[in-house]
T-cell receptor
Framework: DSGVTQTPKHLITATGQRVTLRCSPR?????VYWYQQSLDQGLQFLIQ???????AKGNILERFSAQQFPDLHSELNLSSLELGDSALYFC??????????????FGNGTRLTVT | GEDVEQSLFLSVREGDSSVINCTYT??????LYWYKQEPGAGLQLLTY?????DMKQDQRLTVLLNKKDKHLSLRIADTQTGDSAIYFC??????????FGKGTRLSVIA
């Protein structure tokens, strides 16, 4: 058990809809990272928050947004959903802002299916 | 930014050794991690090596680092069916974005 909790585990929704994925980081970790995993693209970095502030941005679409709350949990909002957004979405956490000396701890992911 | 390349698939027989290779581009990578993803689960840290080391052994796992060639490998001795998973190489210099490769899917044949 990594200590990172993601909800829900599965989500099925229709095109054009909006969903919110939630992540609770490991106790004591201040950084939260969001990744998207699809079969053809591998693991794509979306965005990182550190102690409530956006720290780094990857290949995140404008239709997607995220935030980290004062209690350090994070939410990833996906809107105007398209079929191609179907994927596994992972949250990871680490203790520091720069993960190079602090490994990432991953949750078990949310599987999003857009129909 | 960082670019990481791994073979997508590897198939080995139970009891044999597995070698998963990784090449990367960021020469300032300080910590080089290997993660394992079992079916239906997230990635879990398997092992890591510091950039000032050439080799690290941890039970059945051996990590080799060739900094000159920017090549990292993971050897699993006496591979078991429970080792079947996707393995991700993750060289990390602290630069963003936080890149992972596509991973190597290891299949162990009984």
């Amino acid at each position: 058990d990594s200590g990172v909790t993601q909800t829900p585990k599965h989500l099925i929704t229709a095109t054009g809809q909006r969903v919110t994925l939630r992540c609770s980081p490991r106790s004591g970790d201040l950084s939260v990272y969001w990744y998207q995993q699809s079969l053809d693209q591998g693991l794509q970095f979306l965005i990182q928050y550190y102690n409530g502030e956006e720290r780094a941005k990857g290949n995140i679409l404008e239709r997607f947004s995220a935030q980290q709350f004062p209690d350090l949990h994070s939410e990833l909002n996906l809107s105007s959903l398209e079929l191609g957004d179907s994927a596994l979405y992972f949250c990871a956490s680490s203790t520091t802002a720069s993960s190079y000396n602090s490994p990432l701890h991953f949750g078990n992911g949310t599987r999003l299916t857009v129909t | 930014g960082e670019d990481v390349e791994q073979s997508l698939f590897l198939s080995v027989r139970e009891g044999d050794s597995s070698v998963i290779n990784c090449t990367y581009t960021d020469s300032s990578s300080t910590y080089l991690y290997w993660y394992k993803q079992e079916p239906g689960a997230g990635l879990q840290l398997l092992t890591y090596i510091f950039s000032n080391m050439d080799m690290k052994q941890d039970q059945r796992l051996t990590v080799l680092l060739n900094k000159k060639d920017k090549h990292l490998s993971l050897r699993i001795a006496d591979t078991q069916t429970g080792d079947s998973a996707i393995y991700f190489c993750h060289p990390n210099s602290g630069n963003t974005p936080l890149v992972f490769g596509k991973g190597t899917r290891l299949s162990v044949i009984a």
